[in-house]
């Protein structure tokens, strides 16, 4: 079972940044952050391969962006000019690329005021 442990979350007014940390146990694939709002499906908001290669949703990028210590299995999410409407749970994700496993941590709430 690989766990996957998160920091980093809290609360920063509009247009400030926060900068999220996952740290997995063991070395996968794909890492990424998903997040969700209540009421809400997760939604992806980037990814990162082993290699490097990146996904961002759209709405993110320009504004957010990932990388990862292969070293440390650990990936992070800068994010800067956070909006109010980034406010969520977000969620580290690691698995294969075709999505055959999977593993999340366990939540961090990102709350962005106005």
């Known amino acids: 079972q690989v766990q996957l442990v998160e920091s980093g979350g809290g609360l920063v007014q509009a247009g400030g940044s926060l900068r999220l940390s996952c740290a997995a146990s063991?070395?996968?694939?794909?890492m990424g952050w998903y997040r969700q709002i209540p009421g809400k499906q997760r939604e992806l908001v980037a990814r990162?391969?082993?290699?490097?290669?990146?996904n961002y949703a759209a709405s993110v990028k320009g504004r957010f962006t990932i990388s990862r210590d292969n070293a440390k299995n650990t990936v992070y999410l800068q994010m800067n000019s956070l909006k109010v409407e980034d406010t969520a749970v977000y969620y580290c994700y690691a698995g294969s690329p075709t999505g055959s496993f999977s593993y999340w941590g366990q939540g961090t709430q990102v709350t962005v005021s106005a």
């Open positions: 990162i391969y082993f290699g490097g290669s990146t």
């Open positions: 063991t070395s996968i694939n794909v």
